[in-house]
Every structure is written in C-alpha cells, then in structure tokens.
Antibody, heavy 121, light 108 residues
Framework: EVQVVESGGGLVKTGESLRLSCAAS????????MTWVRQAPGKGLEWVGR??????????DYAAPVKGRFTISRDDSKNTLYLQMNGLKTEDTAVYYC????????????WGQGTLVTVSS | SYELTQPPSVSVSPGQTARITCSGD??????AYWYQQKPGQAPVLVMY???ERPSGIPARFSGSNSGTTVTLTISGVQADDEADYYC???????????FGGGTKLTVL
C-alpha cells in the first residue's frame, strides 16, 4: 500500500524552529517528486513547496509566504521527506500534509493524515 | 500572482446534480485537479487532468474544461458527497502550485 505518514508537529513560539518528517512506504521514494501542503484552522489548502527527484536535479520550489524560512529536503536512503521551518510566525499555524506529486509534478496522491503545528506568541 | 476562483458554497438535494466551477487564466494551458476533503480528514484526489477519474472514485464524478473554467460535476448526489472540494493547478511555468479557495458542498 502506498502510504505517507507525517510526524514532528507540536507547539512552538514565534521565531522558533521545527522540523517535520514524512515517512514513505509502498513505492519507490527516490523516483517521486514530493510536496508539502498546509491548512490553517478553518481555512483552505495552501501549497508550501516541493522537491523533485534527484534524477530531475533534486531542486526545490517554495510558495512566497515561506520562501527563505522553510527548507524541503529528502533522504532517499531513509525514504523520508523533511520540512525544516525556521523563524516561525503565528500565521504558520496549520495542519501540514505531505503528498506524492504524480507523476512528476501534477496532482497530489495520496496525502498523509497531516501533523498539526501551532505557533504561539 | 496566479489565482483560482471557486464559489464558496453549492447546495443540492439528494439525487440532483452538483456543479462546482474553478476559474483561472492558466487553466487554458494547465490541467486542473480536484480534491474532496471531509471534516477531520486529509484531502482525497477525485479528478486529475481535468476529466480523468482515479480508480475507486464513483462514476457519478466527472470533470470538464472549457478554456479558463473547469467544472467538477457530481451526478446523483448522495449524502456522503457532502464535503469541501478544492481545485488545484499550476502557473504557466509549472513552477508554482495553486489551490482554489474551496467549495463547501451541502446536500440538503
């Protein structure tokens, strides 16, 4: 079964850092583009960014609100995706989902169950 | 910046047809994708490449594209279809992903 499972969420204060992980199984992780999407409480979906597979350069793209503060990385030996979040703001409070980009870019499927990040002042 | 516009809400009675639209200039050149999200759950893909239905998604779900507007159509709506629906696409350079604001489908 293709599956992604997020972890690492929690309560932090403004300006602090947090790293989220996304463990992948059931597919060839190194061949996949991966993405992070977030959803603030009661709000819609917001794309955070993505990382391409190494054979496509392994490059990253980010949404404007997080560019320069968040870093997406991957460890293909561990089948794990990461989201390093620095300089957190209250507006970063959200459930963070990871998902597979299909086939490379395009649509997101499947999604994990999400992990909640709460940033308090 | 690139935007996708959806109606905030759509209401239909059981058995009727629900149509949820998503508008944006780049849709003339980029595919649209649709997700269903029920309360407390992760989004689930219900349509890709404008009108392709993933395996496991009922045939009552269909999609279409008419230039800068894409439409998710749910025929014979059931109570279980009540959810938020989001469209997704990309900018013309395929660099940035964007979601519509979401449409809450209410089954009366």
């Amino acid at each position: 079964e293709v599956q992604v499972v997020e972890s690492g969420g929690g309560l932090v204060k403004t300006g602090e850092s947090l790293r989220l992980s996304c463990a992948a199984s059931g597919f060839t992780f190194r061949d996949a583009w991966m993405t992070w999407v977030r959803q603030a409480p009661g709000k819609g979906l917001e794309w955070v960014g993505r990382v391409k597979r190494k054979t496509d350069g392994g490059t990253t793209d980010y949404a404007a609100p997080v560019k320069g503060r968040f870093t997406i990385s991957r460890d293909d030996s561990k089948n794990t995706l990461y989201l390093q979040m620095n300089g957190l703001k209250t507006e970063d409070t959200a459930v963070y989902y990871c998902a597979i980009c299909r086939p490379t870019g395009g649509w997101f499927d499947p999604w994990g169950q999400g992990t909640l990040v709460t940033v308090s002042s | 910046s690139y935007e996708l516009t959806q109606p905030p809400s759509v209401s239909v009675s059981p058995g009727q047809t629900a149509r949820i639209t998503c508008s944006g200039d780049a849709l003339a050149k980029q595919y649209a994708y649709w997700y269903q999200q029920k309360p407390g759950q992760a989004p689930v893909l219900v349509m890709y490449k404008d009108s392709e239905r993933p395996s496991g998604i009922p045939a009552r779900f269909s999609g279409s594209n008419s230039g800068t507007t894409v439409t998710l159509t749910i025929s014979g709506v059931q109570a279980d279809d009540e959810a938020d629906y989001y469209c997704q696409s990309a900018d013309s350079s395929d660099t940035y992903v964007v979601f519509g604001g979401g449409t809450k489908l209410t089954v009366l």
